[in-house]
């Protein structure tokens, strides 16, 4: 069974940094390219960066462009963001969620999300 | 960047009831549109990709269908399980981006 759990959300003021963690299991998770998306409170989903299976290709949504960071870990199964300067916009759950086609999109499979809130 | 609309925003229907959501880009994505359906406090769940296949696991009453710019989801039996948020989204070019969700309520 396909499983990605999403962790290290919290409470953090503005300008601060968080790192988010997702442990894949149920696949090869060296095989696929992965996404992060967020869903601000009561709003709808934005897209927020993606890598390529092997780490070679990322790409960010202009809004988060030079402030966060995707990364992952093949050995470890797990797929990371850093998040950096936030900002009170940034306040969201984050979901990851795996690409089932090699660009960005559809997005078979997504984690139980992890709540960022950003507020002085 | 390429702009969904959905509409409605919003609609009332009761169970048993055929249900048509549409989805329009700014520009032609080809079949490039894939549907999403969302509870409250769960994670998206994949309907249908490229348009009109149904993703494994999914009941057939869902069906999608469209090209080029139009595109519309069905649903057509309504089920108790299936009052959520429904959101399309294209994966034709960056950034891939999300219509704004439709909620389907109980009338």
């Known amino acids: 069974e396909v499983q990605l759990v999403e962790s290290g959300g919290g409470l953090l003021q503005p300008g601060g940094s968080l790192r988010l963690s997702c442990a894949a299991s149920?696949?090869?998770?060296?095989?696929?390219?992965m996404n992060w998306v967020r869903q601000a409170p009561g709003k709808g989903l934005e897209w927020v960066s993606y890598i390529s299976s092997g780490s070679s290709t990322m790409y960010y949504a202009d809004s988060v462009k030079g402030r966060f960071t995707i990364s992952r870990d093949n050995a470890r199964n797990s797929l990371y963001l850093q998040m950096n300067n936030l900002r009170d916009e940034d306040t969201a759950v984050y979901y990851c969620?795996?690409?089932?086609?090699?660009?960005?999109?559809?997005?078979?499979?997504w984690g139980q999300g992890t709540l960022v809130t950003v507020s002085s | 960047d390429i702009q969904m609309t959905q509409s409605p925003s919003s609609l009332s229907a009761s169970v048993g009831d055929r249900v048509t959501i549409t989805c329009r880009a700014s520009q032609t994505i080809s079949n490039y549109l894939n549907w999403y359906q969302q509870k409250p406090g769960k994670a998206p769940k994949l309907l249908i990709y490229l348009a009109s296949s149904l993703q494994s696991g999914v009941p057939s009453r869902f069906g999608g269908s469209g090209s080029g710019t139009d595109f519309t989801l069905t649903i057509s039996s309504l089920q108790p399980e299936d009052f959520a948020t429904y959101y399309c989204q294209q994966s034709y070019s960056l950034p891939p981006t999300f219509g704004q969700g439709t909620k389907v309520e109980i009338k």
């Open positions: 969620a795996r690409d089932s086609s090699g660009y960005p999109g559809p997005f078979d499979y």
């Open positions: 149920g696949f090869t998770f060296s095989s696929y390219a």
